[in-house]
């Protein structure tokens, strides 16, 4: 079962520029998290935002949540080279038990 | 990749043979999980184990088996009724048993390829 949603599927864009990536989800949820994912390896964890949060920093990172409208929002600022990647999301639903739901991705190009 | 590891890295498989992936984790975490990841794809889950010597069925578990003996380990076997299991297969743990608010660390990852 597919919850989070990523808009869009793919995205290019010139160093230096900011990249925001969106996320989209059905039900209530505990939890989102955001992951990043370099061609043909693990995903990394990049951030946890829980439901009673509405925004949080790390870094050139920063994510908004809006639990009325159900959507996230991952903001990669002064964008890299090496910022090329898919990145997902995940919500964690009170009704799945102990599983994380992944979206699709949106896949990342940065230009240098 | 965090403290977990996956092998092989690259593994070909015939059609009607059973291959076994291996997950290892030194990080002591207690929940861990199997994904699978087809090409433009987000994670499907496939199994998950939160104790040792219990698992629990996720999305696509059929043609799937696990087993959870120790505490760092959970291989994953691909049986010959899985149709289509040509895709990426990715582990990855948590340090508590629920999941609910621990992040995931993931290994590297086995690519299987069906000749």
């Known amino acids: 079962s597919q919850q989070g949603e990523e808009d869009p599927q793919a995205l290019s864009i010139q160093e230096g520029e900011n990249a925001t990536m969106n996320c989209s989800y059905k039900t209530s949820i505990n939890n989102l998290q955001w992951y990043r994912q370099n061609s043909g390896r693990g995903l990394v964890h990049l951030i946890l935002?829980?439901?009673?949060?509405r925004e949080k920093h790390s870094g050139r990172l920063r994510v908004t949540l809006d639990t009325s409208k159900k959507s996230s929002s991952l903001l990669i600022t002064a964008s890299r080279a090496a910022d090329t990647a898919s990145y997902f999301c995940?919500?964690?639903?009170?009704?799945?038990?102990?599983?994380?739901?992944f979206g699709q991705g949106t896949e990342l190009s940065v230009k240098p | 990749d965090g403290g977990i590891t996956q092998s092989p890295k690259y593994l070909f498989r015939k059609e009607g043979q059973n291959v076994t992936l291996s997950c290892e984790q030194n990080?002591?975490?207690?929940?861990m999980y199997w994904y699978r990841q087809d090409p433009g794809q987000g994670l499907r889950l496939i199994y998950y184990s939160q104790i040792v010597n219990d698992f629990q069925k996720g999305d696509i578990a059929e043609g799937y088996s696990v087993s959870r003996e120790k505490k760092e380990s959970f291989p994953l076997t691909v049986t010959s009724a899985q149709k289509n299991p040509t895709a990426f297969y990715l582990c990855a743990s948590t340090r508590g048993a629920s999941g609910r608010t621990d992040t995931q660390y993931f290994g590297p990852g086995t690519r299987l390829t069906v000749l």
């Open positions: 995940a919500t964690f639903e009170f009704s799945q038990g102990g599983k994380l739901i």
């Open positions: 935002i829980r439901s009673n949060e």
């Open positions: 990080l002591n975490h207690d929940a």
